[in-house]
């Protein structure tokens, strides 16, 4: 079936859309009650977050957007420690795409909400006039335990940087994707909810985390350190990239630092915990790769800044992404 | 400044859009804390909704996607007979838009969130290929009261069903627009937030609540029938319609029952209290053209239906939107 804009009219072809495809995959209680708005249980502390997805092409090698969007939201919850819960989705539909297509990204969707243990509860569904495109907005909504405080204010000198894995994989499918590149590589899109819930089930003292999205490492630490106002130093060689990653960078001139990711994240906790924190997140599902990476440093001059130490004892200085990166990478 | 793909970068751009534009409208703590995600008090039962908005064009007679946007998000959960209080917003923008109407556009939204009593908490930009268009998700979490339940299957033979206002207006202005149409219609978008919590201060008994949007007053009637199992016997000459909507309509062909409205909701109440809420709304902000309109009967046949009386004793029988009605209204 051909989406048309009927099928973004609100009418009888809205209603056929949603119950047999929406309602269908995201098979929960609240969702098949069809109401515009949902009622859940709540929490005395919430988060709240959301993020759209505009990734170009909606399927490639490891993911498609509906894993995508999932993984993203989710993410963005675990990083202040909330435990994943509600999920509402917000489809804009090009005229012209196929609903086969569809199925497939909201099977993916339904999947990977599985995995991360969230319930999708509302959602929405426009058209619009285009060439068979899906985008797909993603709000979500977490419970906070009461006296936790994982914040981007909260680096403090000493503490060590963990990251979850791997750098570049995402970033490099999409960008091998568009240019037809036929390579091992794959995307690492990803729910982070087993590193997060062991993280807090053996009480480390988590100080910040944050995903590594768009923008890459680089970006990333860049605007923790200024949010914290505290340096970060850097040991280049401990950061993880695949050999087909490297290979794939050497190539294009690109610098895994600046590369977006959708299944990693970083872990900032005291020097004295780090070494039990790495253990847990090995342990963990997607963390395997985990490796400490850098030290929180008191801020050296005016302005908070992450670094890397050169051979002959200088520093190079990172800074946030200048230029556009990757357009619709995610 | 035209907006280009560097700003969906997640780099230096994107910043400096999101301090400029963004942060300084949403002017709030949390949103100052520019986290991925937000930390915010919960309550013990929450409700939760979103809708992507698309409408073409952005800036119409008596509104813009802005206001549209948060009227829509905090509306549906009004209708749950939430106390709306968080929303998180997606922008989708073309690249080529120009930051001036963005601006336009997102003081609108603080303004529109300020009228209804919700804070922006958190957001996400997205720039993508197009012609200069912008497309915002909204979604939203209210608080509802223990004990409350305001749903589509409450509707109970013997209720009466009142109509805030006016149907057409909004459907009207962006045809009309579109058309480069001059009259004096303007959209009705509005948050029905007075209207809701006056009613819930006077205790009145709600059944069901719902907003008339896309699909207009017979497909939102004739789906709360089928929910709740129960027959709507509407009084056509009792629905409100302005005199200029109702010229328009004439010229164009168009009926106001399946006209999309973004102020407008439907409440139904037992019979005994339809009078005391009748006055509540009339006296409420955006409520002082509502009346009654039909009664909710037992279910005659098979099927739920809603139905207006011929005037020879006979029964037309509404539907919900068959066709594509208006394309982007929203």
Do not use: W
């Not at 993203?72 to 990083?79: A, C, H, P, R, Y």
């Not at 403090?156 to 970033?171: A, E, F, M, Y």
């Not at 923790?224 to 490297?246: C, Q």
């Amino acid at each position: 079936m051909i989406i048309t804009m009927a099928h973004g009219s609100g009418g009888a072809f809205t209603s056929e859309l949603i119950d047999k495809i929406f309602v269908k995959e995201f098979d929960n209680e609240t969702v098949k009650e069809l109401e515009d708005c949902a009622v859940i249980p709540g929490s005395k502390k919430i988060a709240m977050t959301t993020d759209s997805f505009v990734v170009k092409p909606i399927e490639y090698p490891g993911g498609d957007i509906g894993r995508l969007c999932i993984c993203g939201t989710v993410n963005d919850l675990l990083m202040r420690g909330a435990k994943a819960k509600y999920i509402t989705c917000g489809f804009i539909i090009e005229e012209g795409a196929n609903s086969e297509t569809l199925k497939r990204i909201v099977h993916s969707m339904a999947e990977t909400a599985k995995e991360a243990g969230v319930i999708i509860v509302a959602g929405d569904t426009k058209v619009i006039d285009g060439n068979g495109g899906i985008m797909i907005n993603t709000a979500g909504v977490g419970f906070v335990e009461e006296g936790l405080d994982i914040s981007s204010r909260n680096l403090t000198p000493g503490d060590l940087v963990i990251l979850s894995g791997n750098l570049g994989d995402h970033h490099a499918t999409i960008l091998g994707s568009r240019m037809n590149i036929t390579n091992s590589i794959k995307s690492d899109n990803a729910p982070l909810t087993d590193i997060v819930s062991n993280l807090l089930k053996e009480k480390i003292n988590i100080h910040t985390m944050r995903d590594v999205t768009r923008g890459g490492l680089a970006t990333v630490l860049t605007e923790l350190s200024r949010s914290s106002r505290v340096d970060i130093k850097l040991e280049e060689d401990k950061i993880p990239v695949s050999n087909a990653v490297r290979d794939f960078c050497g190539l294009l001139g690109l610098d895994p630092l600046y590369m977006g990711n959708e299944g990693k994240c970083i872990i900032v906790v005291p020097k004295n915990e780090a070494g039990k924190a790495l253990e847990v997140i090995r342990n963990s599902k997607y963390g395997e790769n985990a490796v400490i990476i850098g030290e929180v440093k008191e801020m050296a001059e005016d302005k908070a800044c992450v670094y890397i130490e050169t051979e002959i004892g200088g520093k190079r200085i990172l800074d946030v992404l200048q230029d556009e990166g990757l357009p619709r990478i995610c």
